[in-house]
């Protein structure tokens, strides 16, 4: 919902009352390109994402931390596909989320996409509330942040996250002004669900 040039919510239609982190969580691509991202802010995403869980705590995920205005941010930035860098280039930070796909005495990690899954889930909401938004991204060319951040095999980058601070829907380019506001829409819980006794 837009009131006239207010910040866009998009608050989850739910069955029941969820949290409220977890319903006003959305993933807008109008970022404030002024807004900036405290220490404490970005300790508190990271911690929310070590202190997820993980198959037998293997922790198996890692994380580029960049600050718009470094190099590795605008290093980041040229591995997005041009949708994805028309818009994130105005976040705070990016955080690229990598998985350890095994350890380093070479005992395969099964888990490790899962687990850095839950970890970015868990960062997303702190970042609700932390007063921030988040965006998730695959849209990378992968093979260039591998080799800019000299990635060993075992370390697969498979998102990267925008953090920052909500700007208006029309700020944005025409057809993703309408993206910022179309409906939500989800799968019903019907269809997720396949046995509930
Ligand atoms: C693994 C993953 C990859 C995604 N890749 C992109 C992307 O490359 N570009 C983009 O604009 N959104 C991307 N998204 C965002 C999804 O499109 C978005 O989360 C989904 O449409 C649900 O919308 P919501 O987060 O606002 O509820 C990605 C999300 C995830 C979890």
Avoid at 113 to 137: F, I, N, P, R
Avoid at 183 to 196: G, T, Y
């Amino acid at each position: 919902m837009t009131l006239g040039s207010a910040i866009t919510t998009r608050s989850a239609d739910t069955r029941v009352p969820i949290l409220p982190e977890l319903a006003e969580r959305w993933s807008p691509r109008s970022f404030d390109p002024q807004a900036t991202i405290s220490e404490d802010q970005l300790d508190a995403l990271l911690e929310a994402a070590r202190w997820a869980p993980s198959a037998s705590n293997n922790q198996p995920r890692r994380f580029i931390v960049a600050r718009r205005g470094t190099s590795a941010f605008d290093t980041i930035v040229s591995a997005l596909v041009g949708f994805n860098a028309a818009w994130a280039h105005n976040a705070s930070a990016l955080i690229v989320g990598i998985a350890e796909t095994s350890s380093v005495e070479g005992d395969v990690r099964p888990y490790a996409e899962y687990d850095l899954g839950q970890a970015v889930a868990h960062l997303s909401v702190q970042a609700e509330a932390e007063g921030l938004v988040t965006h998730q991204m695959a849209g990378v060319e992968w093979d260039r942040i591998v080799a800019a951040f000299d990635l060993p095999d075992n370390m697969k980058p498979m998102t990267i996250t925008a953090v920052g601070t909500a700007d208006e829907a029309d700020k944005l380019p025409e057809a993703l002004a309408e993206r910022e506001t179309a409906p939500r829409r989800r799968l019903p819980l019907e269809e997720l669900v396949l046995v509930r006794s």
